[in-house]
């Protein structure tokens, strides 16, 4: 068995600790209810993913797509009075405990105590701030639950790991936009976006990753034309009518089939965030890779980026 950020009761109590004041935990209960599919519940489960809008209206899909509030109400007031203290000393099966320190409302004490009383319980901590295990912490849950469950860890696949730029862009206030246009014609607009940036990406021998709704994600093997792709597609977009908002990172990439992952793109994903209309951001990282290249950069400060541990210094790309 292997319990992932779990608890055996979510009351504080005399011999728990790690539980919510029973007044807090009703007020936690109803507030979760009540804001099921707004995204909101991001405040508790990631906070620090709740400006990043695109996120948060997915966030709040799949909360509709899982349940309704009144069975979310129904489910959220059941598992407020479980208790199951009484039975862990009756688990007789080999059991792996998994404890993010740093969860936003699930204290290590829930996981400790958990470990303390199944018998032969194995506890691994990883420190640090980790909310949605399933979006920051997928490698390291995954090793530990092999190791547990096979005795060892498998060899990195170092074939899977490749340098890359990283390039995001997103359209500015495309919400906003999309309501004044309506559907038919933001649609229309999105296509014809797609294209100029798939065009020119090639034309700068990058890859297209994929579309991200109103923005793309795409890898370059080089900076330079990573950043001239950027500032052609700015360019390209401008007949539209549109401004966009442009990352750069270059960092190891995860190769997932076609898709890419690993903190360089998070990196990338925060850089693009800090940018301004039509403005091409670039990390520190940058800057020295296309030293002799003719491309200017001009000094934005020192930044920190949501999710992405340390300060970093951001450069936009002059001209």
Same mark, same amino acid.
Request: with cysteine; glycine share 10%; proline share 5%.
């Given at each position: 068995?292997?319990?992932?950020?779990?608890?055996?009761?979510?009351?504080?109590?005399?011999?728990?600790?790690?539980?919510?004041?029973?007044?807090?935990?009703?007020?936690?209960?109803?507030?979760?209810?009540?804001?099921?599919?707004?995204?909101?519940?991001?405040?508790?489960?990631? %906070?620090?993913?709740?400006?990043?809008?695109?996120?948060?209206? /997915?966030?709040?899909?799949?909360?509709? &797509?899982?349940?309704?509030?009144?069975?979310?109400?129904?489910?959220?007031?059941?598992?407020?009075?479980?208790?199951?203290?009484?039975?862990? %000393?009756?688990?007789?099966?080999?059991?792996?405990?998994?404890?993010?320190?740093?969860? %936003? /409302?699930?204290? %290590?004490?829930?996981?400790?105590?958990?470990?303390?009383?199944?018998?032969?319980?194995?506890?691994?901590?990883?420190?640090?701030?980790?909310?949605?295990?399933?979006?920051?912490?997928?490698?390291?849950?995954?090793?530990?639950?092999?190791?547990?469950?096979?005795?060892?860890?498998?060899?990195?696949?170092?074939?899977?790991?490749?340098?890359?730029?990283?390039?995001?862009?997103?359209?500015?206030?495309?919400?906003?936009?999309?309501?004044?246009?309506?559907?038919?014609? /933001?649609?229309?607009?999105?296509?014809?976006?797609?294209?100029?940036?798939?065009?020119?990406?090639?034309?700068?021998?990058?890859?297209?990753?994929?579309?991200?709704?109103?923005?793309?994600?795409? #890898?370059?093997?080089?900076?330079?034309?990573?950043?001239?792709?950027?500032?052609?597609?700015?360019?390209?977009?401008?007949?539209?009518?549109?401004?966009?908002? #442009?990352?750069?990172? #270059?960092?190891?990439?995860?190769?997932?089939?076609?898709?890419? &992952?690993?903190?360089?793109?998070?990196?990338?994903?925060?850089?693009?965030?800090?940018?301004?209309?039509?403005?091409?951001?670039?990390?520190?990282?940058?800057?020295?890779?296309?030293?002799?290249?003719?491309?200017?950069?001009?000094?934005?400060?020192?930044?920190?980026?949501?999710?992405?541990? &340390?300060?970093?210094?951001?450069?936009?790309?002059?001209?």
């Amino acid at each position: 068995m292997v319990l992932l950020n779990c608890f055996a009761t979510l009351q504080r109590r005399d011999d728990y600790p790690a539980g919510f004041p029973e007044a807090a935990l009703v007020q936690f209960i109803e507030a979760y209810a009540a804001q099921l599919g707004t995204g909101e519940n991001l405040k508790v489960s990631a %906070p620090e993913l709740l400006d990043d809008v695109r996120f948060r209206d /997915w966030f709040a899909r799949l909360e509709r &797509g899982s349940m309704n509030r009144a069975t979310a109400a129904w489910a959220s007031r059941i598992m407020g009075t479980w208790d199951l203290r009484g039975i862990l %000393p009756s688990i007789k099966v080999p059991t792996l405990v998994i404890a993010h320190e740093g969860h %936003p /409302w699930i204290r %290590p004490g829930h996981s400790r105590y958990l470990a303390e009383h199944i018998p032969d319980a194995q506890l691994v901590e990883r420190p640090g701030f980790w909310g949605l295990f399933w979006i920051h912490d997928v490698e390291w849950v995954l090793d530990e639950i092999e190791t547990f469950l096979t005795g060892s860890k498998s060899a990195p696949r170092f074939d899977d790991r490749v340098l890359a730029t990283v390039l995001f862009t997103d359209i500015v206030e495309s919400t906003q936009r999309a309501a004044e246009m309506g559907d038919q014609r /933001w649609h229309w607009l999105l296509d014809e976006h797609d294209a100029i940036l798939r065009r020119e990406i090639e034309r700068h021998r990058g890859r297209a990753v994929k579309s991200t709704g109103d923005g793309y994600l795409a #890898t370059f093997d080089g900076p330079a034309r990573a950043i001239r792709c950027a500032l052609a597609i700015n360019e390209a977009v401008a007949g539209l009518g549109v401004e966009l908002r #442009t990352g750069l990172h #270059t960092g190891e990439v995860e190769v997932r089939g076609e898709d890419v &992952g690993g903190i360089a793109v998070h990196i990338a994903a925060r850089v693009m965030a800090e940018s301004g209309p039509n403005e091409v951001l670039v990390s520190g990282a940058v800057p020295p890779l296309v030293a002799g290249s003719g491309i200017e950069f001009l000094d934005r400060g020192v930044r920190s980026l949501k999710g992405v541990p &340390g300060e970093w210094r951001l450069f936009a790309v002059a001209g």
